[in-house]
């Protein structure tokens, strides 16, 4: 497989390719790689939100306001 980038984007993959002492090609698998890991995760969860949600298991906005505000200490 070929990619071809806009020459400022290959300047940043290079410098940031040296600045690691990779190649190239090795960051961007790394980075495909890693992408690929969390958008399954993220599926995986939106999944899991949507079936709690079927099975009535949520809460409301205000409740999820009151927890961050708790958590933040502004209550």
């Known amino acids: ?9 290959e300047a940043r993959l290079n410098r940031i390719a040296s600045q690691t002492g990779k190649g190239p090609d090795e960051v961007v ?7 690929l ?3 399954e995760w993220f599926r995986q969860e939106v999944a899991k939100g949507l079936a709690s949600l ?3 298991k949520f809460i409301s906005h205000d409740e999820v306001r009151r927890q961050m505000e708790r958590k933040l200490g502004l209550q």
Do not use: C, I, Q, T
Not at 1 to 9: D, G, I, N, R, T
Not at 29 to 35: D, G, I, K, P, T
């Open 1 to 9: 497989m070929e990619v071809s980038f806009a020459p400022e984007l």
């Open 29 to 35: 698998r790394e980075l495909v790689a890693n992408y």
């Open 37 to 39: 890991d969390h958008d």
């Open 54 to 56: 079927d099975r009535g």
